[in-house]
């Protein structure tokens, strides 16, 4: 029976958002019937060491990541290449294409079998202007069967720079699972959240989710009112130095910021979303993040910057508001806005978040959608 491999540089338990699609996605083509098998790397294993697991169908191979680029390249494509001739597989799918796209579209080339590359956002941001990313960039691209894109804006990018056709797949949240919670004034208490509105940003907080922005705009806004700043998803370790610095030069409001460790316990990411009285993404560029699914689908007011994927989850004042870029200045006079709109507004634009999510951010569609994908890439190799 035909199947799909999958190779990634990260795959749950590790954190952020190219773990949390990977696993998703694969866990969707397995309960379609795939057989599938998921190679990622592991930061939990020694570098060369080659693990297996399996949970919800999907068949987990980590990889302990050599010490440098040129070798995770190898390891993963050598692994990769074991893995199609041992289990007789006719499809293989990168995740992030300057990595996983690239190994991908090279195992496919030596098998000759089919190849699906999906661009995730900041592959493409980043890939076009590093110059010992862009051959890889290009390679995958040029070279899958099918070649896709999370946000509308990265597919029309990647189409008309690559001259060739991108397909627009989207995120997904399950939205039976994450949906309102009632505040929880036991967690506020624990977390040390008083008087005053919460601004909530979940996720890893680096420069390209306008770390430098965010942290500044909260102390203006600390300065004007009991506000607390709910960080929820730590900080990437070349971020540290930046809020060391944050934590100088703005004491008074660097006290009255939470860090809560990355987790994937969705029951408290529910009841954490459901302390937040507005949720800020003010990213530099964006894929489509699952942070800012899910805070729709648990009905949050949110304010994004007008990038990337954004730019389809937000109808600015309807299920949320849209900043540009270049107001990024304007940040703490925004955050305001939205914490004075009054209560029925802010419920109505909640409310319009998470209908907005249903309708269109549903996993079955995404699953649908990729099963057309392999479909077609499987037709066309063929």
Same mark, same amino acid.
């Given at each position: 029976?035909? $199947?799909?491999?999958? =190779?990634?540089?990260?795959?749950?338990?590790? %954190?952020?958002?190219?773990?949390?699609?990977?696993?998703?996605?694969?866990?969707?083509?397995?309960?379609?019937?795939? =057989?599938?098998?998921?190679?990622?790397?592991?930061?939990?294993?020694?570098? $060369?060491?080659?693990?297996?697991?399996?949970?919800?169908?999907?068949?987990?191979?980590?990889?302990?990541?050599?010490?440098?680029?040129? %070798? %995770?390249?190898?390891?993963?494509?050598?692994?990769?290449?074991?893995?199609?001739?041992?289990?007789?597989?006719?499809?293989?799918?990168?995740?992030?294409?300057?990595?996983?796209?690239?190994?991908?579209?090279?195992?496919?080339?030596?098998?000759?079998?089919?190849?699906?590359?999906? =661009?995730?956002?900041?592959?493409?941001?980043?890939?076009?202007?590093?110059?010992?990313?862009?051959?890889?960039?290009?390679? +995958?691209?040029?070279?899958?069967?099918?070649?896709?894109?999370?946000?509308?804006?990265? +597919?029309?990018?990647?189409?008309?720079?690559?001259?060739?056709?991108?397909?627009?797949?989207?995120?997904?949240v399950d939205a039976l699972r994450f949906y309102p919670e009632r505040r929880d004034n036991t967690l506020a208490a624990a977390l040390g959240l008083g008087e005053g509105?919460?601004?909530?940003?979940?996720?890893?907080?680096?420069?390209?989710? $306008?770390?430098?922005?965010?942290?500044?705009?909260?102390?203006?806004?600390?300065?004007?009112?009991?506000?607390?700043l709910l960080l929820v998803g730590g900080l990437r370790d070349d971020a540290r130095d930046a809020y060391a610095e944050f934590e100088r030069v703005a004491p008074e409001?660097?006290?009255r910021v939470r860090l809560v460790e990355h987790g994937r316990d969705v029951e408290r990411l529910r009841r954490l979303y459901g302390l937040c009285d507005l949720l800020?993404?003010?990213?530099?560029?964006? $894929?489509?993040?699952?942070?800012?699914?899910?805070?729709?689908?648990?009905?949050?007011?949110?304010?994004?910057?007008?990038?990337?994927?954004?730019?389809?989850?937000?109808?600015?004042?309807?299920?949320?508001?849209?900043?540009?870029?270049?107001?990024?200045?304007?940040?703490?006079?925004?955050?305001?806005?939205?914490?004075?709109?009054?209560?029925? %507004?802010?419920?109505?634009?909640?409310?319009?978040?998470? +209908?907005?999510?249903?309708?269109?951010?549903?996993?079955?569609?995404?699953?649908?959608?990729?099963?057309?994908?392999?479909?077609?890439?499987?037709?066309?190799?063929?």
């Open positions: 029976m035909p $199947g799909v491999l999958m =190779i990634s540089e990260r795959a749950l338990p590790s %954190r952020g958002g190219l773990a949390v699609a990977t696993s998703r996605i694969a866990r969707q083509a397995a309960q379609r019937g795939e =057989i599938v098998h998921l190679l990622c790397l592991s930061r939990d294993a020694a570098p $060369g060491m080659r693990g297996r697991r399996e949970e919800s169908g999907v068949i987990t191979h980590p990889l302990g990541p050599p010490h440098t680029e040129e %070798r %995770r390249l190898m390891a993963l494509a050598d692994h990769a290449r074991e893995l199609v001739a041992t289990y007789d597989l006719d499809l293989v799918h990168g995740m992030y294409a300057t990595r996983g796209g690239y190994v991908a579209t090279l195992v496919g080339a030596l098998h000759g079998i089919a190849s699906v590359v999906s =661009i995730r956002g900041n592959d493409l941001d980043r890939g076009l202007y590093r110059h010992e990313e862009l051959p890889l960039l290009t390679h +995958a691209l040029r070279e899958a069967t099918v070649a896709t894109a999370v946000s509308r804006v990265a +597919a029309e990018a990647a189409s008309a720079v690559f001259r060739r056709e991108v397909v627009h797949v989207t995120n997904s509105p919460v601004l909530g940003f979940f996720g890893e907080l680096r420069e390209k989710k $306008g770390m430098r922005f965010l942290l500044p705009a909260f102390a203006m806004l600390a300065r004007e009112r009991p506000a607390h409001a660097a006290a800020v993404f003010p990213s530099l560029f964006e $894929g489509t993040p699952n942070a800012m699914l899910e805070a729709m689908a648990c009905e949050r007011l949110v304010l994004g910057t007008a990038v990337g994927g954004h730019l389809e989850l937000i109808e600015h004042g309807e299920s949320g508001a849209l900043l540009p870029l270049d107001a990024l200045d304007r940040l703490p006079e925004a955050i305001a806005e939205m914490l004075d709109l009054p209560p029925e %507004r802010r419920a109505a634009m909640g409310a319009a978040a998470r +209908a907005r999510v249903l309708a269109h951010h549903d996993e079955a569609l995404e699953s649908a959608a990729y099963g057309e994908i392999y479909a077609r890439a499987r037709s066309s190799a063929s």
